[in-house]
């Protein structure tokens, strides 16, 4: 069968089962308006007052625990629980709603990330330096270099043009592994092949807050990259940044 056959039959299933459960709520709906008495709707409409005030108070409680926590640049156990409900809930529900403006979806995204550093950090635990895996995108490589460092970091001949060659002898001097991914497909792959304990990652804002979001049972701590050349190309990273992670995290 082509894969492209394939896809359309996966498509044709889906959406027959959307439809039926959608035809299947009308038909309970529809049955319910012509039966019901006015009591009943009258006890409908409390529990969704009653359902919305309790989601309105749970959204309150955990805006306030992110609040204070990224302020307080530290969390308790249970200021844990409720900030990572709300990263999972308030932040992509933030990022929805600010679709239009490019500025503010950079705002929320690097907001993201910071939180997440602190919710890693205050989980105060340290990692052996052979857990961690250094994590960076392919675009710090300069681009005139005509070696391929993706495949082995190790070709690497450390000429300075950009920062590859640097955090390498880093890595070796520390004992960290080090991988550099060409998109977040590779960079899912690797992790999977390596089950690191804590990953540090370089990329820019959008692709960490995807990939700390996707990569949920692993500790992430989120670093951005620099890009003076515009993003994917040339782009750069604060060296003392991810040395001080690693000093602070093993």
């Given at each position: 069968m082509k894969p492209l056959e394939n896809n359309i039959k996966v498509f044709v299933r889906t959406s027959t089962i959307i439809f039926t459960v959608f035809i299947s709520l009308l038909a309970v709906f529809s049955v319910a308006y012509a039966h019901a008495t006015l009591k009943a709707y009258n006890i409908i409409l409390m529990s969704i007052i009653a359902a919305m005030g309790l989601s309105l108070f749970l959204l309150l409680l955990v805006s306030l625990a992110i609040v204070s926590t990224y302020r307080n640049k530290k969390a308790g156990p249970v200021m844990l629980m409720l900030i990572k409900a709300g990263m999972q809930i308030m932040l992509?529900?933030?990022?929805?709603?600010?679709?239009?403006?490019?500025?503010?979806?950079?705002s929320i995204r690097l907001f993201y990330i910071e939180l997440n550093n602190i919710v890693v950090e205050s989980d105060n635990k340290k990692y052996r330096p052979e857990d961690v895996m250094l994590l960076l995108p392919h675009c710090l490589q300069n681009s005139e270099c005509g070696l391929k460092v993706t495949s082995n970091p190790q070709v690497c001949r450390r000429c300075g043009k950009c920062k590859i060659g640097q955090l390498l002898d880093y890595a070796s001097e520390r004992n960290i592994g080090i991988f550099i991914a060409t998109g977040g497909t590779v960079a899912r792959k690797i992790i999977r092949q390596n089950n690191p304990k804590l990953i540090i990652s370089v990329a820019c804002e959008r692709d960490l807050m995807s990939g700390i979001s996707d990569v949920k049972v692993i500790p992430v701590i989120g670093i951005t990259n620099k890009q003076p050349n515009g993003p994917c190309f040339n782009t750069d990273v604060d060296f003392a940044a991810i040395k001080e992670r690693v000093e602070q995290l093993t």
């Open positions: 992509p529900l933030a990022l929805l709603f600010a679709r239009t403006n490019q500025q503010l979806k950079k």
